[in-house]
């Protein structure tokens, strides 16, 4: 099946610094990129869509000059979360979607742990 | 508001025995419809699909059931093995659009 890698897995950084998050589809191009987040023993909630050339598109209450999103390509997208503090230490999921063989789905990345001191 | 609802947050089954893990929607504009599974610490694994063409599809062990009269689709795991312990996600998406809607997912704990 199709292959999504984030970079890094695991990152603890200091509150205020920034913290950059690659993801890329390994095998296909990616048409859209998402960016979700799960808190412990919750959903996946959706922060973002991003769609490869264009500004994402943040969902209601996601600070889009906090969590900035670049698609720079059809198979990169990266996930900057600025200034960051401890309540955003989270785990952070990214998927793209694209036709792998006949299925059009969504396929995830293994996921960034983010640890803010 | 939750377009995709599972409403057992979980589920215990013996090994061997069949798991129904079941994910009501509410959009009418959904067409097409996922189950993901995850574990720990990991990003979901794509389990299988169903359009809504369908009623019903089959991978080996796992069968999805689609009822749309209902705005109801079911996984069914048989036999359920110790390693299917995970937290399934059912997801669904409209035919115009992006985005894919995930349910509040179901921890799925299989007894040896």
């Known amino acids: 099946g199709a292959v999504v890698s984030q970079h890094p897995s695991r990152v603890i950084c200091k509150s205020g610094t920034s913290v950059k998050i690659e993801c890329r589809s390994l095998d296909f191009q990616a048409t859209t990129m998402f960016w979700y987040r799960q808190f412990p023993k919750q959903s996946l909630m959706l922060m973002a869509t991003?769609?490869?050339?264009?500004?994402?598109?943040?969902e209601q209450g996601v600070e889009k000059d906090k969590f900035l999103i670049n698609h720079a390509s059809l198979t990169l997208s990266t996930l900057t979360v600025t200034s960051a503090h401890p309540e955003d230490s989270s785990f952070y999921i990214c998927?793209?979607?694209?036709?792998?063989?006949?299925?059009?789905?969504?396929?995830f990345g293994p996921g960034t742990r983010l640890t803010v001191l | 508001d939750q377009q995709v609802k599972q409403n057992s947050p979980s589920l215990s089954v013996q090994e061997g025995r069949i798991s129904i893990l079941n994910c009501d929607y509410t959009?009418?504009?959904?067409?097409?419809f996922l189950w993901y599974k995850k574990y720990p610490a990991e990003g979901p694994t794509f389990l299988i699909s169903?359009?809504?063409?369908?009623d019903k599809n089959e991978d080996g062990r796992f069968t999805v059931f689609l009822n749309k009269s209902a705005k109801h689709l079911s996984l069914h795991i048989v036999p359920s093995q110790p390693g299917d312990s995970a937290v399934y996600f059912c997801a669904a998406t409209p035919n115009t659009g992006n985005q894919f809607y995930f349910g509040t997912g179901t921890s799925l704990t299989v007894i040896p």
């Open positions: 998927s793209a979607r694209g036709a792998a063989g006949a299925t059009d789905t969504q396929y």
């Open positions: 959009n009418s504009m959904f067409d097409y």
């Open positions: 991003s769609n490869e050339g264009s500004k994402a598109t943040y």
């Open positions: 169903i359009s809504s063409i369908k």
